[in-house]
């Protein structure tokens, strides 16, 4: 079974510039979560959505972040305009229905450099 | 204070000896607790899940929960190199749509010496 799918895996760009981060969840998966991971302050929780529909955006730092779920198999992650401090590597991740107790299965990450 | 503390280490221990990594959390009512192991350059993977106090065992890793002191401990015995990662303790979120979220600790590196 294919896993948690993202894109780019590495993405350089500079500054002001704007990002957009990709993923696919598993399939038959109805939760899905966006993470940012720096040394600093670990791993992070941005935002998640539940059958395509945001439920928490708490995480996500300023209005530069922007997230979106079309369809129950895309999922983008948008910053515009971008700043050297947005980087770091941004995992995604989905858990399936039921107990949330069920693991979460996170794709490869996307490495983010803001020059 | 941070919802999720660890060590950040390095934590050095010798092939086969036993690892202890410990996590502190500050919500004093949340329930369930999992260890994840991430790789260098690689995403997080679940290795361990404990709700009850006591321990857990699955093969060489053994979790320990103590609610009333809010610590978690995770405690690979027989280290091996292939053991040497990051290791997060992660907290779920405990009522409400909190419940579908974790908070994770800054992670222990664990560096297991052949």
């Known amino acids: 079974d294919a896993g948690v799918i993202q894109s780019p895996r590495h993405e350089v760009t500079e500054m002001g510039q704007e990002v957009t981060l990709r993923c696919k969840p598993i399939?038959?998966?109805?939760?899905l979560f966006w993470y940012r991971q720096t040394m600093m302050r670990g791993l992070e929780l941005l935002i998640y959505f539940n059958n395509n529909v945001p439920i928490d955006d708490s995480g996500m730092p300023e209005d530069r972040f922007s997230a979106k779920m079309p369809n129950a198999s895309f999922s983008t992650l948008k910053i515009q305009p971008s700043e050297p401090r947005d980087s770091a590597v941004y995992f995604c991740?989905?858990?399936?229905?039921?107990?949330?107790?069920?693991?979460?299965?996170f794709g490869d990450g996307t490495r983010l450099s803001i020059l | 204070q941070k919802e999720v503390e660890q060590n950040s280490g390095p934590l050095s221990v010798p092939e086969g000896a036993i690892a202890s990594l410990n996590c502190t959390y500050s919500?004093?009512?949340?329930?369930?607790f999992f260890w994840y192991r991430q790789y260098s350059g690689k995403s997080p993977e679940l290795i361990m899940s404990?709700?009850?106090?006591g321990d857990k065992e699955d093969g060489r890793f053994t979790a320990q929960l103590n609610k009333a002191s809010q610590y978690v401990s995770l405690l690979i015995r027989d280290s091996q190199p292939s053991d040497s990662a990051t290791y997060l303790c992660?907290?779920?979120?405990?009522?409400?749509?909190?419940?579908?979220?974790?908070?994770f600790g800054t992670g222990t590196l664990l560096a297991v010496q052949p």
């Open positions: 992660a907290v779920k979120g405990r009522k409400g749509g909190a419940t579908n979220k974790l908070i």
């Open positions: 399939s038959g998966h109805d939760y």
């Open positions: 404990i709700y009850s106090n």
């Open positions: 919500d004093r009512v949340s329930q369930s």
């Open positions: 991740a989905s858990r399936s229905t039921g107990s949330s107790n069920q693991p979460q299965h």
